[in-house]
């Protein structure tokens, strides 16, 4: 069943350097349960995103000019490209937390960039 619902994401972020930054958005969107997932479907500067989530996986796909998406499996380093306007990086995600419950995915993992650890990262998402 689909519902209509208000998406608030938090995105936070310690880099190698402990410098931190955290940005927050809200926007309006649909959320669904089909077969054992999860799904969240909205709209945000960069176009169209969903995200999917089951117990011990998720997976951000964004939209818009470069089509990216991340992948999280709990506790695996997962590799994928990631494309920018300056080129084609090589990134990973190493997944330590992965949640969705009541209203609310939390996904905590480490990210890496051509194979070097760059961020430790958080995104909370209620809805």
Known sequence: ???????RVKNSQVLADQSENTETASY???YYFKNGKHYLLY????GKSMIVMEEAYAKVVRGGESKNSLEFTLGERVKMPYQT??????????TRSLEAKDGRFFIEYELFLDGISHANCRIEIIF
């Open 1 to 7: 069943m689909e519902a209509n619902r208000k998406i």
């Open 28 to 30: 309006q969107g649909n």
């Open 43 to 46: 709209r945000d500067a960069f």
């Open 85 to 94: 306007p300056y080129g084609t990086f090589e990134m990973e995600t190493y």
